[in-house]
Each structure stands twice: as C-alpha cells, then as structure tokens.
C-alpha cells in the first residue's frame, strides 16, 4: 500500500486560497490520488480524485505534477465550515483477487479562523 | 436514496458482553467495509467484502467478525468486548473500483465505549 504524508495541521483566514500537499513516493502506476473531508462526529466525505496534471471541480481543484510523488488539494476561499480534516489516500491498484484496500492516515486538520 | 445507515449511533457495553452493528446501503454496492477510528487517528480498516457471501481481513481484524449474507447489509460482531474496542465504527460501501479509482461512501457512525 503507497503511504502518504500530509501536514498534521493548517490554520487560514477565512477568504483566503487554502494549498495541502500531500507527498506519496511510493506510488504506482495505476494508483489514483483521492482526497477525504471530514467533519467531527462525522464519516468521511469524497472530495475529489485524479490521476495526472489537475483536476477541478466545484469544490476543489487537485494539482498533480508529472512525476506524481506528490499532489496538492487547492479550496478556494474558504470559510469557516471548511474547517475539517483532510486526508489523502493513494488507491491500491486493483487485483486480480477482487481486494482493495485504503490507508487513510492522521490527516491534515485546517482550521478556518474569521 | 438513504445512502448509508448504520444501527445503533450509540451503545455502551460492559467487557466481555458482545454485540452486533449493523451497515446497511441502499446503492447497490459490490463493495463495504468497517472502519474504526480513535481519538486523533484516521480510519483503520477492520473487514471488508467484495460481494455478497464475501469477507476479508483489513488492518485490524482480531477481535471482531463480520458477515455479509445480503449484498445491502454488512454486519460486524463483537463477541467479547474489550475497553480497547471502544472507538467509533464507520461503514462505508463503493463500487466495483477497477483500475484504481474509487469512491467510497460513508456512515455515519456508531460510537461504541465499553467499560
């Protein structure tokens, strides 16, 4: 299983451009990158996935370099209900076998303050 | 669509009393797992399954079992609860990810503390 390293935690203004990096070294060539929001007393929510170059949607936008040992997850202006935790998970490649397993590590917590 | 539901949101158990959570999704998905997680930590997977019929250990499987004798529900079972069991269970269910990509659902949760 690749394994990723985040910061532990992030702390932004409320309105500003928010950037976690999450390096993955060990990635493989089938492996997708996907990043995780969750809130307290809460499961975790899909945020966004992609393989190469960048990816956006209306929540997030996913840069990845072409080397793909890292990615960074861009939230735009946040506010104050972005404050979370976020994690990255690099996906196992699929087997033959039908397994497929996720690591989610500590994650990055981002505090949005006002 | 309900998404995903898991019974109960709470329960306090004493050790050695044993209990069953149950995960159901309503997605049709190939795909569940149970997840716990303590104070802190991310998400450590216990079991998964990939069908219907079908179980398998994740990270840390000792001292639960699951079954999955419906392709909608996933149960986990404690038979002897321990106080290092107390943490919070998420479920969650995806598709038939191939090729690496995934979404995975989630739970809400069922908070679980044995004394």
């Known amino acids: 299983l690749a394994k990723t390293t985040q910061p532990i935690s992030m702390d932004s203004y409320e309105g500003q451009e928010v950037n976690i990096t999450c390096s993955h070294n060990?990635?493989?060539?089938?492996?997708?990158i996907t990043w995780y929001q969750q809130f307290p007393s809460q499961g975790p929510r899909f945020i966004i996935q992609?393989?190469?170059t960048k990816v956006t949607n209306e929540v997030a936008s996913l840069f990845i370099p072409a080397d793909r040992k890292s990615s960074t997850l861009s939230l735009p202006r946040v506010s104050l209900s972005d404050t979370a935790v976020y994690y990255c998970?690099?996906?196992?490649?699929?087997?033959?076998?039908?397994?497929?397993?996720?690591?989610f590590g500590k994650g990055t917590k981002l505090s949005v303050i006002p | 669509n309900a998404g995903v539901t898991q019974t109960p949101k709470f329960r306090v158990l004493k050790t050695g009393q044993s209990m069953t959570l149950l995960c159901a999704q309503d997605?049709?998905?190939?795909?569940m797992y149970w997840y716990r997680q303590d104070p802190g930590m991310g998400l450590r997977l216990i079991h998964y399954?990939?069908?219907?019929?079908?179980?398998a250990k994740g990270e840390v499987p000792d001292g639960y079992n699951v079954s999955r004798l419906k392709k909608q529900n996933f149960l986990l079972g404690l038979e002897s609860a321990a106080p290092s069991q107390t943490s919070v269970y998420f479920c969650?269910?995806?598709?038939?990810?191939?090729?690496?990509?995934?979404?995975?659902?989630f739970g809400p949760g069922t908070r679980l503390t044995v004394l």
């Open positions: 399954s990939v069908g219907e019929g079908t179980t």
């Open positions: 997605m049709n998905h190939e795909y």
């Open positions: 969650a269910s995806s598709y038939l990810p191939g090729q690496g990509r995934y979404e995975q659902f």
């Open positions: 992609g393989y190469k």
């Open positions: 998970l690099v996906g196992d490649s699929y087997s033959g076998a039908g397994s497929y397993q996720l690591t």
């Open positions: 060990n990635i493989a060539t089938n492996d997708y």
